[in-house]
């Protein structure tokens, strides 16, 4: 009889409690650590339902809601369920237009409240009359027709309408059981709304949570962790890691003592190695997010030493079973071959987590068309530009698409910054998004001023505007790679589910919003009231990275570090694994 594993227990425990919180219609929470198999208990979950509530649900016509927040989750929730009819699955904003576009009248009701852009699109176009609300494209406008909504306009109204008990009813009635899957990542309104209206006030609907709040990786609008004031929220802890070896286990472990998770093999071991700058004896950069940190040229020389290092003990940095994360802006820039372009911004997140809006669509939706074009996967192609499947009737609608993709494809290769742009404003294929359009009026119109006349600020952003536009654009390609490659804030896949058996993170300065040392500092001591906020966002990236290894762990460090940084280090890891300076 084999042996049952120390994770198996643990999750076969967690799907218990689970079963018998849906059971008694209780909402709950579970919170699966990193390779605990979230998305296999939401499949079990809802598994469950089908087998013992499907006909209940057919003869009243009602469904189970799963919200997902990327398409990929939804298609996996569909394809692990077998398409059952009961079940609807759908991303949030899909989810959330699908219930809400049927209270047109309500809706025109909202809109002043969605904010002074709204009020004074409103009043340009004369006032709210009977139009249509939709959202198709997901561009925010109002014409005498149609009201047509933004993304986020979406969330903030059915935040809104969470709060009416019509709502709430015919929310019910329709679908008695909403899971959430990656809770965490929910708007902070709509997780409130959520909570007020559907858990707290005993409406009876059923709200099943699934994530990890120490996953919040992404955006500052997003929740992290939900919990009811009344208790209304059943927590449920999976203890199981069916992803790490043990050593790595236990290291999360005493970073997360309070959620401990059991190894899916108990004879494993796992390879772990810190290295740390400290005994570096020359000048360390200084200034801003810099300070601290070794130069650009030692950086790289330390980064070397410990991939040879790595490579002596068996690991092959050319193999897909190997990753490097980047949590540093130090070197990255010139060896990924995208240095011009990076020299064009004051801070790293412009570029590297894509706050500048040219940035942002560059990566997000060109890069990703010519992708899907060259695999010849169109759905995707105009799923990614937000644009319904245009009526390809005859030859030549086919034949402008495809000879603007072929243009745009050649820029990519050969052409500057400026000149993708020049093409793109000419066709409208696809449309520059409205933040990048507004930037490039307000560059336009300023280069008609003169200089001298301008303000600072003026003359900043014309600077800025100029450089960008000058760069090649095959650096864009190069930053779009390196973003989906070595950082955790990948556009395509994402770190967080990811696995590798090998993993090497690089942890230093030049993130404005990141400082590993002032982290570790926190975690010894305890961080001020105020810094919240700062710490758990340093911690989760720290915490997401180290728990991608399978089988081997090592961090290089090239900021310099305290003492009490240095005994966290210790106390995570253990004495004899924090190793300091690489071999030369």
Known sequence: MC?????????????????????????????????????????KALKHLV???????????????????????????????????????????????????????????????????????IEEAGGI??????????????????????????????????????????????FPI?????????????????????????????????????????GKEACGLIESENDNITEIGKNANFRSDKNIVNCLNNMRPELPQHESDPESEGGISIYHSNSWTGERRVGGHWAGDLPEDAAHVYFERVKETM???????????????????????????????????RHTEDYLKKNDPYIKYFVEVIEPVIASFETREYGELFQVINQKFPQLQCHDDKRVWVDNLNRINE????????????????????RL?????????????LLEEDVENLGERDKNFLTKIRSLKSVSYRQVIQLSKFIDDKTPFSTKHGVKGAEFDNVLVVLGRGWNQYNWNQMLEFMENGYPANKKDTFERNRN????????????????????????????????????????EPNA
């Open 129 to 174: 009359d009977k139009q249509k609300v939709i959202y198709d494209l997901g561009f925010p406008k109002i014409d005498e027709k149609t009201i047509s909504l933004h993304h986020d306009d979406v969330i903030k109204l059915i935040s809104s309408l969470l709060g009416f008990s019509k709502f709430q009813n015919l929310l019910k009635a329709k």
């Open 411 to 430: 820029l990519r290769l050969s052409g500057t910054v400026d000149e993708m742009l020049a093409f793109l404003i000419e066709s409208n294929k696809p």
């Open 311 to 345: 490579s002596q003990n068996g690991w092959d940095f050319d193999s897909e079973n190997t990753k490097v994360l980047m949590l540093t802006n130090n070197v990255i820039a010139t060896e990924q071959g995208f240095k011009d372009l990076s020299d064009c911004f």
């Open 541 to 580: 990236l720290f915490y997401v990275a180290c728990s991608r290894a399978k089988h081997n762990l090592t961090l290089l460090i090239t900021q310099e570090l305290s003492v009490d940084s240095i005994n966290r280090l210790r106390l995570i890891f253990g004495n004899a694994r924090v190793i300091g």
């Open 3 to 43: 042996q049952v594993s120390p994770a198996e227990n643990a999750s076969t425990q967690a799907l218990d409690e689970m079963f018998t919180a849906i059971n008694h219609c209780n909402s709950f929470r579970l919170e699966a650590g990193a390779g605990a198999g979230k998305t296999y208990s939401l499949i």
């Open 51 to 121: 087998h013992s509530r499907a006909d209940e649900f057919i003869k009243k016509e009602q469904k189970i809601a799963c919200i997902t927040y990327t398409n990929i989750a939804k298609d996996e929730i569909r394809e692990r369920t077998d398409n059952h009819p009961v079940i609807y699955a759908d991303t949030i904003h899909a989810f959330s237009w699908s219930f809400i576009s049927g209270f047109q009248a309500k809706l025109r009701e909202l809109l002043p409240e969605l904010g002074a852009k709204w009020v004074a699109r």
């Open 178 to 218: 909403v899971f959430i899957d990656e809770y965490q990542d929910t708007n902070k309104d709509l997780a409130s709304s959520i909570v007020n209206n559907l858990i707290d006030n005993d409406s009876g609907l059923l709200v099943g949570l699934f994530g990890d709040h120490w996953q919040k990786i992404y």
């Open 433 to 445: 998004s409205n933040k990048v359009r507004q930037l490039e009026e307000r560059y336009q119109s």
